[in-house]
């Protein structure tokens, strides 16, 4: 089985700074791993996905993360945050070749002006 | 790109009553459909898996006959809250599974359904 710990229930920070949301998982297979944005009372919308080659990745919006394996973390990152940027965002781990994702709990990302 | 298609986005019901929320994938077949649920400033719990054409496998905890759950088309897949009750208002998502993949995610999520039992 699968599990994913989001380190931080809420993130704030300033316009055009830099933010890091943190993710770490947890399985005793191969996983693939995800983020996702939610809006208020809307669905999810993928940000990015590492499923394999290159532990950097890079998604929409300017976001990218990092696959570290040893560390089992896949934190997200944006060097320059926007007020549209405000929302929830959610990691997700699944079993590779799996269809079934397994979420975090989510982090709250405000951003002040 | 593909887009799936949840409806009603809100509904309000009276306790006792049941309420059926459908989850449509409009421009890919979707074999597999999951249905979550999102309690306020929470994750998102997953409820079942929905495969067309055979039962749904729920998560442990999920009581099958309260969440009945019909995947009849490889497009459609309904949620039914049967007896609701005000416990069970939450926000239900679905997602659709796409055998290809389609704007770089096989997995597809809906808007959701802001479900509240008055």
């Known amino acids: 089985a699968q599990s994913v710990t989001q380190l931080d229930s809420q993130v704030p920070v300033f316009e055009e700074a830099p933010v890091e949301l943190r993710c770490n998982y947890s399985?005793?297979?191969?996983?693939?791993l995800f983020w996702y944005v939610q809006y208020p009372n809307q669905g999810l919308q993928l940000l990015l996905k590492?499923?394999?080659?290159?532990?950097l990745v890079k998604g929409i919006n300017g976001f990218e993360a990092e696959f570290n394996k040893s560390q089992t973390s896949f934190h997200l990152r944006k060097p320059s945050v926007h007020i549209s940027d405000t929302a929830e965002y959610f990691c997700?781990?699944?079993?590779?070749?799996?269809?079934?994702?397994?979420f975090g709990q989510g982090t709250r990302l405000t951003i002040n002006p | 790109g593909a887009v799936v298609s949840q409806h009603p986005s809100r509904v309000i019901c009276k306790s006792g009553t049941s309420v059926k929320i459908e989850c449509r994938s409009l421009d890919f077949q979707a074999t597999t459909m999951f249905w979550y649920r999102q309690f306020p400033k929470q994750s998102l719990m997953l409820m079942a898996t929905?495969?067309?054409?055979?039962?749904?496998?729920?998560e442990q905890g999920v009581e099958k006959d309260k969440f009945l759950i019909n995947h009849a088309s490889l497009t459609l897949s309904t949620l039914t809250v049967t007896s609701a009750h005000p416990e069970d208002s939450s926000f239900y998502i679905c997602?659709?599974?796409?055998?290809?993949?389609?704007?770089?995610?096989?997995?597809?999520f809906g808007n959701g359904t802001r479900l509240t039992v008055t």
């Open positions: 997602s659709a599974f796409a055998a290809e993949p389609i704007s770089n995610s096989p997995l597809h």
């Open positions: 929905s495969n067309e054409g055979s039962k749904a496998t729920y």
């Open positions: 590492y499923l394999s080659g290159s532990t």
């Open positions: 399985s005793s297979v191969s996983v693939y």
């Open positions: 997700a781990v699944s079993e590779k070749g799996a269809q079934k994702l397994v």
